[in-house]
């Protein structure tokens, strides 16, 4: 049933990280983020966008997504009547880029429909499992001593896997001493951000000795033949994070010999119905993939543990406690990790209850257009 949009709220909200985050790229220490809400003719749904603060990990801000909502992608999406969550993307694609700005738009669209019609975004979608093991994303620290402290709080909390983010100077060791102290039946991975170069091919694969499930996007997301050299030279499988911005550039990587594993960030590849795309690609070529993680709220964690039920979903996701993050989400019902799962929200939409007195609490700007 196609939905009428008739407004657009740009809603920004500042929320302090309980911890600096830091990686390869810089440190996160309070997110700005963009939330959108659409009002249609058949109710309201909202989308996150992932657009981070500063161009650092990929192109996209949020000033800049924010910009391009409002002045491109809303009148083209508006522009041509009536529509459906699936027919966004189609609208949308004449705008070069701008994944995340797109995702969000087409995520606000999604939850209003999904509404509407009192269905799950897990059910749309076509997800089958009713909860998805957890992950967690360990930042860089000044010593050894804080990482070790930060990952055994993680296992004491029952993550199911646990990724260390690394850079040249913080990789061998810091990977070295976890390993001892997690054992070697626990998951273990790392993610570099694109902080190495091709002359460190033969670094990185000093790292095979530890068992890791993968290395993620140690070099340039330009750099797509570099990653299937590193991949031909290593026993670690290497997996792609930025270099993946839709369904095309997977299927390149995957026939290139790039991606022997693919992160699948809605945000990164233009929204969730794109990332089922990519789910089934990597499902047909055999290519293991997991769900990351862009320190979403509870409203992209909502979404995001949906995705992460369908069955291509082999290795446990970026899909961490709400706590991990934040001291108090955006949500009722926030993300919690239980014997290291997470469970897929049942309500319709997405899947979430907005905490409406502390959104608005911490809201920083409001323009409806
Ligand atoms: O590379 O996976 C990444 C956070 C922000 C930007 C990029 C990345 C990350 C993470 C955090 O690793 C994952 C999470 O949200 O839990
Ligand atoms: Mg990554």
Redesign the pocket.
């Known amino acids: 049933m196609p939905l009428q949009l008739r407004h657009l709220e740009f809603r920004r909200i500042a929320l302090d990280l309980v911890t600096p985050?830091r990686?390869s790229f810089g440190v996160?220490t309070r997110r700005d983020v963009l939330l959108l809400r659409v009002e249609t003719d058949h109710g309201d749904g909202w989308g996150e966008c992932v657009a981070?603060q500063e161009p650092r990990?990929s192109p996209e801000f949020v000033d800049g997504a924010q910009l391009v909502v409002r002045d491109h992608l809303w009148p083209a999406l508006t522009g041509g009547g009536p529509l459906t969550a699936a027919e966004v993307a189609h609208r949308l694609a004449p705008f070069k880029g701008h994944q995340m700005a797109k995702a969000a738009l087409e995520m606000a669209v999604l939850d209003a429909e999904l509404r509407a019609a009192g269905r799950r975004l897990h059910d749309l979608l076509g997800a089958e499992r009713e909860r998805v093991p957890s992950g967690?994303?360990v930042g860089i620290f000044d010593t050894l001593d804080e990482l070790l402290a930060q990952v055994q709080g993680y296992v004491d909390e029952g993550y199911a896997r646990i990724?260390l983010?690394i850079e040249p100077g913080w990789d061998l060791e810091p990977v070295r001493l976890v390993r001892e102290l997690v054992g070697d039946d626990m998951g273990l991975q790392v993610?570099a951000?694109t902080a190495y170069e091709r002359s460190d091919i033969e670094h990185l694969c000093r790292l095979d000795e530890f068992g890791l499930l993968l290395i993620?996007?140690p070099l340039p997301e330009e750099d797509v033949v570099g990653h299937a050299r590193l991949a031909r030279a290593s026993s670690t499988p290497v997996c792609l994070?930025?270099s993946i911005v839709s369904l095309q550039t997977a299927a390149d990587a995957i026939e290139l010999g790039a991606a022997e594993v693919v992160?699948i960030?809605p945000g990164r590849v233009g929204g969730y119905l794109e990332a089922r795309r990519i789910h089934d690609l990597c499902v047909d070529r055999g290519v293991p993939v997991w769900c990351?993680?862009?320190?979403?709220t509870g409203i992209g964690r909502a979404a995001n543990a949906a995705l992460a039920a369908l069955p291509g979903f082999t290795l446990p996701g970026?899909?961490?406690a709400s706590t991990?993050?934040y001291r108090r989400d955006i949500v009722r019902d926030p993300i919690t990790v239980t014997d290291g799962h997470v469970a897929v929200p049942t309500a319709p939409g997405l899947g979430f209850e907005l905490d409406v007195a502390f959104l608005d609490e911490i809201t920083t700007a409001s323009v409806t257009i």
Not at 292 to 296: I, K, Q, Y
């Open positions: 985050f990686t996160e981070l990990y967690v994303s990724k983010k993610d951000n993620e996007q994070d930025e992160n960030k990351g993680g862009m320190l979403e970026d899909i961490s991990r993050f």
